[in-house]
């Protein structure tokens, strides 16, 4: 196993356009979550899945922001008509559901940097 | 709603000192706390988790602790090594209710170990 992946790392775009961003998952994890974090700042809960149902959404996730999760495994995150306070990094993490013996941890991946211009 | 402070937001260091790092919470009810690393650029490594009903965790040179009634928690780190330098980031999760699935960050503790 390999760890959460993420891809691409980097994104450059100019405004209005749109990007997505794709996640794979530690293989037996359940649950995925989506994060944001601008420059000197700590992550900021986008979204998160239980398998294939989104259960959570911030109210950072604007309409343009749209996060899918087909068949529980893998996600993707699109952001539509990017505006420049969209560049942040995006960051994926993974874990199982808490349980009697199970702590729940998350596994972040490298994250993928956007940049709008 | 839950609030996570860390101090100091920048540390440096001579290499070979002990070091301790804070992090305080608004609200008591956590499931657990955990404290990552991230290096410039890159995402988040986990370094431990502490649930609510344990007082401390060990892995290696570093020890984190947790007084939930207190609404507090330290990262120590043991024996300082160039290559700890990084940004520390405590985060915790609510025991229930809205936003119990996710964790709340602080803004991290940038460490600067000088060889």
């Known amino acids: 196993d390999t760890g959460v992946s993420q891809d691409p790392r980097h994104k450059i775009t100019k405004r209005g356009q749109n990007v997505t961003f794709r996640c794979d998952p530690i293989?037996?994890?359940?649950?995925l979550y989506w994060y944001r974090q601008t420059l000197g700042q700590g992550p900021e809960f986008l979204t998160y899945f239980q398998n294939e149902a989104q259960l959570e959404k911030s109210r950072l996730l604007s309409d343009r922001f749209s996060a899918e999760r087909p068949k529980g495994s893998f996600s993707t995150l699109e952001i539509q008509r990017t505006e420049q306070g969209d560049s942040a990094m995006y960051l994926c993490a993974s874990s199982l559901a808490p349980a009697r013996m199970n702590t729940g941890e998350l596994f972040f991946g490298e994250g993928s940097r956007l940049t709008v211009l | 709603k839950q609030e996570v402070t860390q101090i100091p937001a920048a540390l440096s260091v001579p290499e070979g000192e002990n070091l301790v790092l804070n992090c305080s919470f608004t609200?008591?009810?956590?499931?657990?706390l955990q404290w990552f690393r991230q290096d410039p650029g890159k995402g988040l490594t986990s370094l431990l988790l502490?649930?609510?009903?344990?007082r401390e965790q060990t892995s290696g040179r570093l020890n984190a602790s947790l007084d939930k009634s207190s609404g507090r928690s330290t990262l120590y780190i043991a024996a300082s090594q160039p290559g700890d330098s990084a940004t520390y980031l405590c985060a915790v999760r609510l025991y229930s209710g809205a936003g119990s699935y996710q964790l709340t960050f602080g803004k991290g503790t940038k460490l600067s170990v000088i060889p």
């Open positions: 609200d008591s009810a956590i499931y657990n």
């Open positions: 502490i649930q609510s009903s344990q």
């Open positions: 293989s037996e994890h359940n649950r």
